[in-house]
């Protein structure tokens, strides 16, 4: 079977990450050829607008493979954020060149404010789009018939994707690749990458947290570091208030303000989802994986697991834990593409 051929637009002052996160994760994804072996299932080109390299907003520097003008026909196309992007000359030539290969294409996605070249051809007028929390209010100002949702990670409609800030992309490119071979192949690329398939939650449950610890003192930056190494650790609001050198008192009232959850919710949150990466990634005891993320027992899990995830730790471990492939590596087609 062919590879399917993605197509990641480059352009000056792009952001880095945007580029090399999805770009990894589609080189992540592997199958059977029938014969035992593994080979890729995307083919991942980056085009220019000119065939020269690139700079991006860190200083990397990539090396299109062509330009949009020759570029081949693509199954999908992917629009980078970057501020070079808001520069007007950019911007124009993109939003054409994605209105030109729109029919032909069958997805067209964009990451971060990537969305400033795909709003820009009309073609997601009416449309439910997301974007990073930070630019989502301006985004809707600019292009008031975007139904903007600025809490998504990513929203599908129609053959239109749009992503919320660098990371998100990864997460984007995971479904797709769910969308396009299976959960197994997916899961196969999020550990390899090491990262989540599907992260709960939206943009808010990652940014405020973010937000939290850049506008806060040392000690609750440092607090949220050590709650997240130390699942097992005591975690009531005494213990925390402590760590904060606060009252209880005021550590729930400041904590909760911030992170718009108590602090008991929190530290659940924080449990689950270490609790559902180690189920992915095939531990093989529920009761080993509630100890050793912090639960006092079996069916305490069992039933914090179930309320927020709708199915059962041992359902999820069946449906979603992928064996060791020890092969994998060895087995692994050369990477051929330059970025």
Known sequence: MTALRIGLVGYEQANALDIAGPAEAFASALREDGKGNLERCYDVVVLGLTRR??????????????????????????????????????????????????????????????????????????????????????????????KMNPNA?????????????????????????????????????????????????????????????????????????????????????????RRASLSPRQFFRR????FGASPAVFVETLRLNEARRRLSAGETSIDHVAESVGFNGADSFRRAFTRRFRVTPSKFRKNFAIADAPSRRSKRAPRNQRL
């Open 53 to 146: 390299a690139f700079r991006t907003e860190s200083g990397l520097t990539f090396l299109p493979i062509t330009t949009l003008d020759a570029a081949p026909k693509l199954d999908t196309i992917i629009i980078p954020g970057g501020c070079g992007l808001r520069v007007p000359a950019i911007n124009r030539k993109v939003a054409d060149w994605i209105v030109a290969r729109a029919k032909m294409t069958r997805r067209i996605a964009s990451v971060c404010t990537g969305i400033y070249g795909l709003a820009a051809t009309g073609l997601l007028d009416g449309r439910r789009v997301t974007t990073h929390w930070r630019f989502a209010t301006d985004v809707a100002r600019c292009f008031p018939a975007l």
């Open 153 to 241: 990670l990513f929203i599908r409609d129609g053959q239109f994707y749009t992503s919320a800030g660098i990371t998100a992309g990864i997460d984007l490119a995971l479904a797709m690749i769910e969308e396009d071979f299976g959960s197994k192949v997916a899961l196969a690329a999020a550990r390899e990458m090491v990262v989540y398939l599907k992260r709960a939650g939206g943009q808010e449950q990652y940014s405020e947290p973010l937000q939290f610890q850049a506008q806060s003192s040392d000690r609750f930056a440092e607090l949220v570091a050590w709650m997240t190494n130390n699942p097992t650790a005591a975690m009531s609001v005494e213990d925390l208030a």
């Open 255 to 258: 904590f909760k303000q911030h």
